[in-house]
């Protein structure tokens, strides 16, 4: 599914002042922001399908940001995690960065970089989200070939010649043309090169050296 | 008679020390129980002085009742053989009555050539044994039907006397004891036995203990659940619970939170043993001692306790030992006090003489005149400056000494304002308003302050007075005397500021500690100031035309600028070394303060933090500082002390509770609880159950509470964790 809506800044700080004044900040650059007291709050609130990011406290009662990062992990939710600390905690924020979190910031923080971090933040979500929604439709065409046809493909995007190809499939040449011309139809590709990168994006490399040595 | 001729004619040896080829006389004390027992280490005091160096002494501990039956008997028979093969034992002292019975049993095997003295050993314990002629003693006397009279009489609201025994040997001979003699009460008081009960459950029940009850007991070495005590240790734990107020036969009891008992120093029982020793060392015969029939005893009593319990002074028995007693200014000057009291008087009736006589008013004069004299010569002799005052003239008389001591002028007319001019700044309203409540309320006062003399020293005063009627009760005459104090309070001060230099660094290390939790606290209302100032700088001119919006971003800015600089006040008052401040202050509200501080610690720690708090709780006077520093530590400590536990196990209650005279703040966790082995010595120095803790901070917090006039007591909870609890007194 291909999101579509307005990103949403997530905002989960325990302290009522501070979500007052960030989402005011965000809205002055026309980001929508949803805030909330916990994180428990925000699980219950919270589409994982909804783009945005997520601006978060690293010190929560309840359910901490560190455990929320790894739960959104868990469940594969892409969400952009952008961490909010009162301390500079070195340890802490490495541990944050290393789990995946798009950026880490120290309270009190100024407009300008909080602003940055989430625009950046928001564009990795929606390229996360395309890409993703990329794979998919591969994935869908893919479905289509048939096992021989499947088999082809893996052969030519590894750069073989159709001759080669053939003969390793005990068929002859004018018989992997045909696959080969299905699977340019199928994968809706118009050229060589471009069937190569939807492959690639798909995780079908080259052939493994395994299957070389077999021959 | 005849074996000591015998003994003579074996060995012998000379008590004056010894020349060529004569030997020093050989002591050997056994001692019934271990060496550490306090009644113990006080009768050895007691015998050494008494022997001195006219003989060697030897001391054993036999250990009972941590050791017994046949067989131990035996190897201590053969270890004293063998290890005094070599020293002939002149004389064999048995310290207690379980000593007495094993020399007794096993001397033929042992020392049989040897008299024995006996001590520390009860009269009671005495009536079944028929001793030969060469073991002798003194006994002692725990007079237990002198002691239950006393109760009775110090608390006539007594219907219950609790009796507390253990379940050595020891412990239920004392029971069987105190079963026969407490017969004699029984139509007065209803005697109530707790005899081998485990140590919890006893404690309990002394805790639930009525006004109506009064406890005695000898302490214990076993309890029912089979742990050793020594019985001081035993008697310490009872009164640190017991509800009602506690008896005992044994001196060294003392100080362990008893209230006192007929009793036998154990010094006096050793040195009574010292002396028999002596003179059977000298050759008297065992027959000829004519010894006395017991040590005398008397009532003594911890004077803490007296007062805790508000025992009426007057009661007391003549003799009475009050230990624990502070003297007070009028006690440290009696013999001063008592000789100006009289010359005051002298003064009035000579005064009231020459008024009845209408003799001349010069006369009169003169005859005052001569008095004063008299009367400021010995004020001046006992070092204290005389003064009246009557306030309705406004005249202000003194003795040379006081105006010496005031830095004033001899004939320099003065008056209550001129004095009031010396005292220091800082006092003067309370020195006036303490002199005016006394005027009305027309009793005796008394206040320290300090005066500033014109070349800027400063001293300390103590003035004590009392307003007196004069002119057929029409006006007020306030007489009284004033002492310089100043080299006593210069000491107190500085055993002060060294105490507060130490609190200080504490305070500061335990600051650092939580640094990163109050760094997040100062951080959480400076990013809402930001985020609201740049909010309302880059959308300033949509803004204008909101005035009410921008109205409300203002009000947030302040109202977040409010909190951080309280923040801000409240931790350099923390960091300040600041002199002492008493204040009044109001527990409740400094729980809230100290809780503010540490909510971020507390979070990161996942402790979630109850608050019990009594409505209505009436102030204490104090440092808030100090006791910030005391919660402080506390709380912190109780949040370490869960770190082992589940987190939603960790739980930290803060109670107050408000009692007649004093308020009580809990400090609750449910951690592990402190170790049984260090719950008496927690407040000492470098004891601390944490690995890196230093272990100065609880003995601060003990010394900053004791310093407010209140105590702070560390319990283990019956379920689990730990409770510290400080009592301050309700400001009058």
């Given at each position: 599914?291909?999101?579509?809506?307005?990103?949403?800044?997530?905002?989960?700080?325990?302290?009522?002042?501070?979500?007052?004044?960030?989402?005011?900040?965000?809205?002055?650059?026309?980001?929508?922001?949803?805030?909330?007291?916990?994180c428990?709050?925000?699980?219950?609130?919270?589409?994982?399908?909804?783009?945005?990011?997520?601006?978060?406290?690293?010190m929560?009662?309840?359910?901490?940001?560190?455990?929320?990062?790894?739960r959104?992990?868990?469940?594969?939710?892409?969400?952009?995690?952008?961490?909010?600390?009162?301390?500079?905690?070195?340890?802490?924020?490495?541990?944050?960065?290393?789990?995946?979190?798009?950026?880490?910031?120290?309270?009190?923080?100024?407009?300008?970089?909080?602003?940055?971090?989430?625009?950046?933040?928001?564009?990795?979500?929606?390229?996360?989200?395309?890409?993703?929604?990329?794979?998919a439709?591969?994935?869908?065409?893919l479905?289509?070939?048939?096992?021989?046809?499947?088999?082809?493909?893996?052969?030519?995007v590894?750069?073989?010649?159709?001759?080669?190809?053939?003969?390793?499939?005990?068929t002859?040449?004018?018989?992997?043309?045909?696959?080969?011309?299905?699977?340019?139809?199928?994968?809706?590709?118009?050229?060589?090169?471009?069937?190569?990168?939807?492959?690639?994006q798909?995780?079908?490399?080259?052939?493994?050296?395994?299957?070389?040595?077999?021959? | 008679?005849?074996?000591?001729?015998?003994?003579?004619?074996?060995?012998?040896?000379?008590?004056?020390?010894a020349?060529?080829?004569?030997?020093?006389?050989n002591?050997?004390?056994?001692?019934?129980?271990?060496?550490l027992?306090p009644?113990?280490?006080?009768?050895d005091?007691?015998?050494n002085?008494?022997?001195?160096?006219?003989?060697?002494?030897?001391?054993?501990f036999l250990?009972?009742?941590?050791?017994?039956?046949?067989?131990?008997?035996?190897?201590?028979?053969?270890?004293?053989?063998?290890?005094?093969a070599?020293?002939?034992?002149?004389?064999?002292?048995?310290?207690?009555?379980?000593?007495?019975?094993?020399?007794?049993?096993?001397?033929?095997?042992l020392?049989?050539?040897?008299?024995?003295?006996?001590?520390?050993?009860?009269?009671?314990?005495?009536?079944?044994?028929?001793?030969?002629?060469?073991?002798?003693?003194?006994?002692d006397?725990?007079?237990?039907?002198?002691?239950?009279?006393?109760?009775?009489?110090?608390?006539?609201?007594?219907?219950?006397l609790?009796?507390?025994?253990?379940?050595?040997?020891?412990?239920?001979?004392?029971?069987?004891?105190l079963?026969?003699?407490?017969?004699?009460?029984?139509?007065?008081?209803?005697?109530?036995?707790?005899?081998?009960?485990?140590?919890?459950?006893?404690?309990?029940?002394?805790?639930?203990?009525?006004?109506?009850?009064?406890?005695?007991?000898?302490?214990?070495?076993?309890?029912?659940?089979?742990?050793?005590?020594t019985?001081?240790?035993?008697?310490?734990?009872?009164?640190a619970?017991?509800?009602?107020?506690?008896?005992?036969?044994?001196?060294?009891?003392?100080?362990?939170g008893?209230?006192?008992?007929?009793?036998a120093?154990?010094?006096?029982?050793?040195?009574?043993?010292?002396e028999?020793?002596?003179?059977l060392?000298?050759?008297?015969?065992?027959?000829?001692?004519?010894?006395?029939?017991?040590?005398?005893?008397?009532f003594?009593?911890?004077?803490r306790?007296?007062?805790?319990?508000?025992?009426?002074?007057?009661?007391?028995?003549?003799?009475?030992?009050?230990?624990?007693?502070?003297?007070?200014?009028?006690?440290?000057?009696?013999?001063?006090?008592?000789?100006?009291?009289?010359?005051?008087?002298?003064?009035?009736?000579l005064?009231?003489?020459?008024?009845?006589?209408?003799?001349?008013?010069?006369?009169?004069?003169?005859?005052?005149?001569?008095?004063?004299?008299?009367?400021?010569?010995?004020?001046?002799?006992?070092?204290?400056?005389?003064?009246?005052?009557?306030?309705?003239?406004?005249?202000?008389?003194?003795?040379?000494?006081?105006?010496?001591?005031?830095g004033?002028?001899?004939e320099?007319?003065?008056?209550?304002?001129?004095?009031?001019?010396?005292v220091?700044?800082?006092?003067?309203?309370?020195?006036?308003?303490?002199?005016?409540k006394a005027?009305?309320?027309?009793?005796?006062?008394?206040?320290?302050?300090?005066?500033?003399?014109?070349?800027?020293?400063?001293?300390?005063?103590?003035?004590?007075?009392?307003?007196?009627?004069?002119?057929?009760?029409?006006?007020?005459?306030?007489v009284?005397?004033?002492?310089?104090?100043?080299?006593?309070?210069?000491?107190?001060?500085?055993?002060?500021?060294?105490?507060?230099?130490?609190?200080?660094?504490?305070?500061?290390?335990?600051?650092?500690a939580?640094?990163a939790?109050?760094?997040?606290?100062?951080?959480?209302?400076?990013?809402?100031i930001?985020?609201?100032?740049?909010?309302?700088?880059?959308?300033?001119?949509?803004?204008?035309?909101?005035?009410?919006?921008?109205?409300?971003?203002?009000?947030?800015?302040?109202?977040?600028?409010?909190?951080?600089?309280?923040?801000?006040?409240?931790?350099?008052?923390?960091?300040?070394?600041?002199?002492?401040?008493?204040?009044?202050?109001?527990?409740?509200?400094?729980?809230?303060?100290?809780?503010?501080l540490?909510?971020?610690?507390?979070?990161?720690?996942?402790?979630?933090?109850?608050?019990?708090?009594?409505?209505?709780?009436?102030?204490?006077?104090?440092?808030?500082?100090?006791?910030?520093?005391?919660?402080?530590?506390?709380?912190?400590?109780?949040?370490?002390?869960?770190?082992?536990?589940?987190?939603?196990?960790?739980?930290?209650?803060?109670?107050?509770?408000?009692?007649?005279?004093?308020?009580r703040?809990s400090v609750?966790?449910?951690?592990?609880?402190?170790?049984?082995?260090?719950?008496?010595?927690?407040?000492?120095?470098?004891?601390?159950?944490?690995?890196?803790?230093?272990?100065?901070?609880?003995?601060?917090?003990?010394?900053?509470?004791?310093?407010h006039?209140g105590?702070l007591?560390?319990?283990?909870?019956p379920?689990?964790?730990?409770?510290?609890?400080?009592?301050?007194?309700?400001q009058?």
């Amino acid at each position: 599914m291909i999101a579509i809506e307005q990103p949403t800044v997530y905002l989960v700080d325990d302290d009522p002042a501070i979500r007052k004044g960030l989402s005011r900040l965000l809205r002055t650059a026309n980001w929508r922001v949803d805030a909330f007291a916990s994180c428990e709050e925000f699980m219950l609130g919270h589409d994982p399908n909804a783009p945005g990011c997520l601006l978060l406290d690293v010190m929560l009662p309840g359910l901490n940001g560190l455990e929320l990062q790894r739960r959104l992990a868990d469940d594969g939710n892409p969400l952009p995690i952008i961490f909010l600390t009162g301390q500079g905690d070195i340890p802490m924020s490495v541990r944050a960065i290393k789990a995946g979190a798009a950026d880490f910031l120290t309270k009190p923080v100024g407009a300008d970089t909080l602003l940055r971090a989430v625009s950046d933040a928001i564009e990795r979500d929606r390229e996360t989200r395309r890409s993703r929604a990329n794979v998919a439709t591969i994935e869908q065409r893919l479905a289509r070939l048939t096992p021989r046809e499947r088999e082809v493909l893996t052969h030519v995007v590894s750069g073989k010649p159709n001759k080669t190809i053939a003969a390793e499939l005990g068929t002859v040449e004018k018989t992997v043309k045909v696959h080969r011309a299905h699977v340019m139809a199928k994968m809706r590709v118009g050229s060589f090169a471009e069937l190569v990168r939807l492959a690639a994006q798909a995780g079908i490399g080259s052939l493994g050296p395994s299957d070389s040595v077999d021959e | 008679m005849i074996r000591s001729i015998a003994v003579l004619a074996v060995s012998i040896c000379f008590a004056q020390g010894a020349a060529a080829g004569q030997r020093t006389c050989n002591v050997l004390v056994l001692y019934a129980h271990s060496r550490l027992l306090p009644a113990n280490i006080e009768a050895d005091r007691g015998l050494n002085a008494a022997i001195g160096g006219s003989a060697d002494t030897y001391a054993e501990f036999l250990d009972i009742p941590r050791f017994h039956g046949e067989s131990y008997y035996q190897t201590i028979v053969n270890y004293l053989r063998g290890k005094y093969a070599g020293r002939p034992i002149d004389v064999v002292v048995a310290g207690g009555t379980e000593a007495l019975l094993f020399v007794l049993h096993q001397r033929e095997q042992l020392f049989p050539n040897a008299p024995v003295v006996y001590m520390g050993v009860s009269r009671y314990d005495l009536r079944g044994l028929a001793l030969p002629a060469d073991v002798v003693g003194v006994a002692d006397e725990y007079d237990f039907a002198v002691t239950v009279e006393q109760m009775l009489r110090f608390h006539p609201k007594a219907k219950r006397l609790v009796l507390v025994t253990g379940t050595s040997d020891w412990d239920r001979a004392w029971e069987s004891r105190l079963r026969n003699e407490v017969s004699r009460f029984q139509n007065r008081v209803q005697p109530e036995f707790l005899s081998g009960l485990p140590s919890d459950e006893l404690l309990k029940r002394l805790g639930s203990l009525g006004d109506d009850a009064v406890v005695f007991t000898p302490g214990y070495f076993g309890d029912g659940a089979g742990q050793v005590f020594t019985p001081r240790a035993s008697v310490e734990k009872m009164a640190a619970v017991a509800a009602a107020p506690i008896y005992s036969p044994f001196m060294t009891f003392i100080g362990s939170g008893i209230v006192g008992g007929q009793m036998a120093g154990f010094e006096a029982t050793g040195r009574q043993a010292g002396e028999i020793v002596n003179r059977l060392l000298r050759g008297e015969p065992p027959s000829s001692l004519n010894l006395r029939q017991v040590i005398p005893s008397q009532f003594h009593v911890d004077w803490r306790q007296v007062m805790r319990w508000g025992i009426d002074e007057d009661l007391l028995p003549p003799g009475t030992v009050a230990h624990f007693r502070e003297p007070s200014i009028w006690e440290m000057h009696r013999t001063e006090m008592a000789v100006l009291l009289a010359m005051l008087l002298a003064q009035a009736v000579l005064i009231a003489g020459l008024l009845v006589e209408r003799r001349s008013r010069k006369r009169l004069g003169e005859a005052l005149q001569e008095s004063e004299a008299r009367l400021s010569l010995s004020a001046t002799s006992a070092n204290a400056g005389l003064w009246h005052w009557e306030p309705a003239t406004g005249h202000l008389w003194a003795t040379d000494k006081a105006r010496e001591m005031f830095g004033l002028a001899l004939e320099e007319n003065i008056s209550f304002g001129r004095l009031l001019a010396i005292v220091h700044p800082d006092d003067r309203d309370r020195l006036q308003e303490t002199m005016q409540k006394a005027l009305r309320s027309k009793n005796d006062t008394r206040a320290e302050y300090r005066i500033l003399l014109p070349d800027g020293t400063v001293r300390w005063i103590m003035s004590r007075g009392r307003a007196l009627s004069i002119s057929h009760g029409k006006q007020v005459r306030v007489v009284g005397l004033s002492f310089d104090i100043t080299d006593q309070k210069v000491t107190e001060l500085r055993a002060e500021q060294d105490r507060a230099r130490l609190a200080h660094l504490e305070r500061v290390a335990m600051l650092s500690a939580l640094s990163a939790s109050l760094a997040h606290e100062l951080n959480q209302p400076l990013t809402a100031i930001l985020a609201n100032a740049e909010a309302a700088q880059r959308s300033v001119t949509s803004l204008l035309e909101k005035p009410t919006e921008l109205v409300e971003i203002f009000g947030d800015i302040v109202s977040d600028v409010r909190r951080t600089s309280e923040h801000i006040r409240s931790l350099r008052g923390l960091f300040k070394r600041g002199e002492l401040q008493i204040q009044s202050v109001d527990m409740n509200d400094l729980i809230n303060k100290v809780a503010g501080l540490v909510a971020s610690d507390l979070l990161m720690r996942h402790v979630s933090l109850v608050k019990n708090l009594a409505s209505l709780l009436p102030t204490i006077e104090g440092d808030r500082v100090q006791l910030e520093q005391v919660l402080l530590n506390l709380v912190v400590n109780a949040a370490q002390a869960m770190e082992t536990c589940a987190p939603e196990q960790r739980r930290l209650t803060i109670r107050t509770e408000a009692g007649k005279a004093e308020i009580r703040v809990s400090v609750i966790d449910s951690g592990e609880g402190v170790p049984a082995e260090q719950l008496d010595k927690i407040f000492e120095p470098f004891v601390s159950t944490k690995p890196e803790g230093l272990g100065i901070g609880l003995m601060i917090c003990h010394s900053i509470i004791r310093a407010h006039g209140g105590r702070l007591t560390a319990t283990n909870n019956p379920d689990r964790g730990a409770t510290f609890c400080f009592a301050l007194p309700i400001q009058a």
